[in-house]
């Protein structure tokens, strides 16, 4: 009896545009064969044309990696459009903030959707073609209100990209999990009812959610995220390397030079070909 063939999986690297440092490090794995996708974020401080320009560079060698909008919507950004709001000094609202407002409906989804156009209209501009697959920055996507306007601008935007749904596909397989994988569960049932409704497409399975300050042993963790994923699905990962302005904007730092190294040594694809999975 023949073996069942590989599970294909996307294996992506969110934050493309936060940081030089974070861009080389993405770059570096797309070359080695390591990534196929990445999340850009249009609004961050190193989206330019040259880091635009290295990035399709690393992907015109040969090596297949979707490229997707990681759109922003929670601080120390700024928004794209001129009459977005909510704002705190200025920037966009710290996450807490955000989801609370969410939660309240105290959001304006015409706002949202605008925005997240805008956001969509700038990949475009910056790479001649609109993205792959759209994400948000922080799970933004999947948030009460924000949700509808984030696919409403999908589908009239991007209309053959997918977008990504962070719902586990056996939510206890290995217990219940953070109270952050417990909450991007449930906020992604009604997420992917709402994309099957619209008819925009989506990941099959997710993973990639940890402690990210208490960190851990990568290779254990990834060995847990690739258990029971299923075919086209994907994990979310965040490599790169850390340099002055990352530390300025995000609390994520060490943990993804330990993410780089990992993906960039040789225990990663050994686990995959025992894992029986490929980059898709």
Known sequence: MSASPPRRIW???????ISPGVNRGIRDLIARGRLNATSVMVVGPAVNPGEIAALQAAVADG?????GLHAVLTAPFHPLTMHFKPLARGRLLP???LLQASLLRRLDGEIIRTEVSAQ?????ELFGRAPDYLDGHQHVQLFPQIRDAFLDAAKASAPGAWVRQCGRTQPFRHGPGSPKALLLDGLSRRFRRKAVRAGVSFNSGFAG???FCHG???NALMRQFLD???????????????DATLRELDPLTD??????????GDTFPALLNEARAELR
């Open 11 to 17: 294996l992506c690297a969110d934050d493309y545009g």
């Open 63 to 67: 090596t297949r990696c979707a490229i």
């Open 95 to 97: 996450l807490s903030k």
């Open 120 to 124: 969509i209209a700038r990949f475009i």
């Open 209 to 211: 959610a940890y402690d």
């Open 216 to 218: 851990g042993d990568f």
């Open 228 to 242: 029971g994923l299923p075919d086209g699905g994907l994990i979310m990962c965040h490599p790169g390397f850390v």
């Open 255 to 264: 943990q993804r030079e330990r993410e780089y190294a990992y993906l960039a």
